[in-house]
């Protein structure tokens, strides 16, 4: 009888056990679950770790000034448990300055920063088009000097911001005349510093972009004797900085989608962009108006013969002794952000 009684109190405790396990595992099960469904319904937040993403506005009118006034770039990374540091520059140099010490993990370049940066070998890949930069660039001299076209330019002093788009557009123009920089005198400025220089004479001429370019002209006191009457393209390309876009895929083709979102909404609401932009430059309305009305912002991948301007462009860099290492420019350029885009 005892040794009955025992076994039968040994077969109960086992039950219980068996119990006791199998709802331990259920219950594991049900939390797992519900944890992921969390994850998911949040856009998968709740798995990823918190990323501060370090963009950069280049100079210029750029939607992405609109992006920031808005909030809007704030609300799609939120979403992705991201939030955003700000930073702006003059122009490119400065800006891969930052780029290379991790302080810049997305932004845009013009032609002549983008071939520098990646002959240098600085990590960051091209992933889109933005502009063709047709209408970018221009060279203006003040009335009283008496230029009156680019052969006038020998011998003179060139104010540029060297290693960007305009310095680049400054030797194509030079070299389609039958000069070269041997033939001016360059002087180095950022454009802060170009435009006193400018406006006091300082210097003969000077290679820039907007807003300066119709503000100066606007004024009555320069004139333009090359600009986009001289077809040259100066592609402006949006970047990523390597590591950063291989660990936050998705935070690439959200900062996208929110500077098309910004094209858009610029393109709709025209009176609205121009009052923004006027207010956060502090350039009269009127004058950034005449700005958007010559301006195409754009977001798309490089065509073939986009590929291939930006080719000669570093070739012409390098024989000039710009930049010290050969690129193919084809090989930096990942257009999958903009692919997931349109899916």
Wanted: hydrophobic fraction near 40%; charge should be neutral.
């Amino acid at each position: 009888m005892k040794r009955n009684k025992f076994r039968a109190l040994t077969l109960t405790a086992l039950s219980v056990i068996a119990l006791v396990t199998v709802l331990a595992g259920c219950g594991g099960k049900a939390s797992k679950d519900s944890t992921a469904s969390a994850a998911s319904a949040n856009g998968g937040t709740a798995e990823r770790p918190h990323v501060t993403v370090n963009v950069a506005i280049n100079g210029g009118l750029s939607p992405l000034l609109l992006a920031k006034e808005k909030g809007w770039l704030v609300e799609e990374f939120n979403t992705l448990n991201a939030d955003v540091s700000w930073s702006e520059f003059q122009s490119g140099p400065p800006l891969l300055e930052s780029l290379a010490s991790k302080r810049v993990d997305l932004s845009f370049l013009g032609d002549g920063a983008t071939i520098s940066g990646l002959s240098a070998n600085l990590p960051f890949e091209v992933i889109a088009l933005l502009s063709d930069g047709k209408l970018s660039n221009s060279i203006i001299t003040p009335k009283d000097k008496g230029i009156t076209k680019v052969e006038d330019l020998k011998g003179k002093s060139i104010a540029v911001a060297k290693g960007t788009t305009a310095h680049v557009f400054l030797l194509k123009v030079l070299e389609k005349y039958g000069l070269s920089d041997k033939d001016v005198n360059l002087i180095a400025l950022q454009p802060e510093d170009a435009l006193p220089a400018f406006e006091t004479g300082k210097v003969d001429a000077w290679v820039t972009w907007d807003p300066y370019t119709t503000k100066e002209t606007a004024s009555g006191k320069a004139t333009v004797i090359a600009g986009s009457n001289e077809g040259i393209a100066a592609p402006v390309s949006a970047i990523a900085r390597t590591d950063f876009a291989k660990s936050n895929p998705e935070l690439v083709t959200a900062f996208l989608k929110v500077y098309k979102q910004a094209i858009d909404w610029q393109n709709a609401h025209n009176d609205e962009a121009v009052q923004i932009y006027a207010d956060l430059k502090k350039i009269d309305a009127g004058v950034v108006k005449a700005l958007l009305a010559s301006s195409a912002p754009s977001l798309r991948a490089y065509s073939q013969e986009e590929l291939d301007a930006q080719q000669k462009s570093a070739e012409l860099l390098l024989s000039n002794g710009f930049i010290k290492n050969k690129i193919s420019f084809q090989e930096h350029v990942d257009s999958s952000f903009l692919e997931k885009l349109s899916q």
